[in-house]
Each structure stands twice: as structure tokens, then as C-alpha cells.
């Protein structure tokens, strides 16, 4: 069946350094690729998304490219804030949403 | 235009209780989707709902949970005779049509549930 896998947290790093949080994932057919994130005590925000194969999604300067000869959609910024400090959850979708296990990161001014 | 909207955002029952979650999906939108998210755990599919019908139930634990989309009013997740494994973070979300490819699914804030 369809899965995601996610690097684990937690990640901490210090303020303007470069992020990276790795995502894999196994599925039959062309899944639409998102990132979610999640701030403490509140719900689920969509953070960017791709569609098919070679698109990148971005906001917020979070970058995340949809690669299928390596099924990957790996989260990337430049330049992290403390503000960026939450859990972050890659997941694909086929109709219902599957998840990876969540990436915590926490940015130290 | 609202976002999806849950309540209560905190429930606090006993064992044995029944605890019933509610969740007001965005204007427009016709599809619901009930998702729960363990402590240190992520999230996890329960059930896929459009208006009073279920399409998909197949993450949904066989007894004491049931869910419903009512052609009027909000979708109701129902939790009979709790016990403290059901103590989790239930989120809504919904989409204007079938959740294809193309389509994204917006969150609710979330009920938090605790059986003491």
C-alpha cells in the first residue's frame, strides 16, 4: 500500500540556517505530494504542494520538489526563522490523506 | 469565508462516557474527512464522508466509533463508551469535491479529547 516516510526529529537549528527535511515515499499510480505544518496546539496548515512529477511547490520560502525517479519530496529553506519552529508532516493523497510520521523543528535565535 | 470549524476544541470525558465531535466544513465544500492524531504519533485516516453517505470507513476501529454527515447540520464523530486509549486529537477536513489528485484538504483546528 501507499506510505510515507520522513526524516526524524527532532531537528534544531540556529536562525538563518539551511533546512532540509527529507521525505520518501511508495505509491502506486501519481499521487499529489504535500506539506503540511503544524504550529502547537492547532491544526493542520497547508504549507505548498506539487502535483505531478518535476513540479515544485513553494511558499513562504519552503521549497519542495516532486521527485519520481527517486520518490522523493524532500522540504527545503534557505534561511530558517524561530518562527518556522513547528511540527512539520509530508504526506500524499488518493483520495484520503497518508502521513508521514511528522518532523519537529525547533529554531534557536 | 470561515475555515473548517470543530467543537468542542476540548473534551474531557470518563470511561465509559460517550464523547461526540463535531465538525462544520467549509462553505462550498461537500466532502468530510475525520483523521486522528495519537500522542507523539501522526496522523491517521479514520473515515471519508460526503452528505449522508460514508465512501470510506476503512480506518475507522470495527466497534464503539461511528460517523455521520447529515443533510443538514455538521458531521459527527461519535465515540461510545470511551476508554483513555481514545484520548487523542481528532481533526476534520474537507474539500470542495472528491479528493482526486488536484484537490487539497483544509483542516479544522482539531478536538482534543481526554478520558480520565
Known amino acids: 500500500g501507499n506510505s510515507v516516510t520522513q526524516m526524524e526529529g527532532p531537528v534544531t537549528l540556529s536562525e538563518e540556517a539551511f533546512l532540509t527535511i527529507n521525505c520518501t515515499y511508495t505509491?502506486?499510480?501519481?499521487?499529489?505530494l504535500f506539506w503540511y505544518v503544524q504550529y502547537p496546539g492547532e491544526g493542520l496548515q497547508l504549507l505548498l504542494k506539487?502535483?505531478?512529477?518535476?513540479d515544485k511547490g513553494s511558499n513562504k520560502g519552503f521549497e519542495a520538489t516532486y521527485r519520481k525517479e527517486t520518490t522523493s519530496f524532500h522540504l527545503e529553506k534557505g534561511s530558517v526563522q524561530v518562527s518556522d519552529s513547528a511540527v512539520y508532516f509530508c504526506a500524499l493523497t488518493g483520495g484520503k490523506l497518508i502521513f508521514g510520521q511528522g518532523t519537529e523543528l525547533s529554531v534557536k535565535p | 469565508n470561515a475555515g473548517v470549524m470543530q467543537n468542542p476544541r476540548h473534551l474531557v470525558r470518563r470511561r465509559g462516557q460517550e464523547a461526540r465531535l463535531r465538525c462544520s466544513p467549509m462553505k462550498g465544500h461537500s466532502h468530510v474527512y475525520w483523521y486522528r492524531q495519537l500522542p507523539e504519533e501522526g496522523l491517521k485516516f479514520m473515515v471519508y464522508?460526503?452528505?449522508?453517505?460514508?465512501?470510506?470507513e476503512s480506518g475507522m476501529p470495527k466497534e464503539r466509533f461511528s460517523a455521520e454527515f447529515p443533510k443538514e447540520g455538521p458531521s459527527i464523530l461519535r465515540i461510545q463508551q470511551v476508554v483513555r486509549g481514545d484520548s487523542a486529537a481528532y481533526f476534520c477536513a474537507s474539500s470542495p469535491r472528491a479528493s482526486d489528485d488536484t484537490d487539497t484538504q483544509y483542516f479544522g483546528p482539531g478536538t482534543r479529547l481526554t478520558v480520565l
Open positions: 464522508l460526503q452528505k449522508e453517505n460514508i465512501i470510506d
Open positions: 505509491a502506486t499510480g501519481y499521487p499529489s
Open positions: 506539487a502535483t505531478k512529477a518535476d
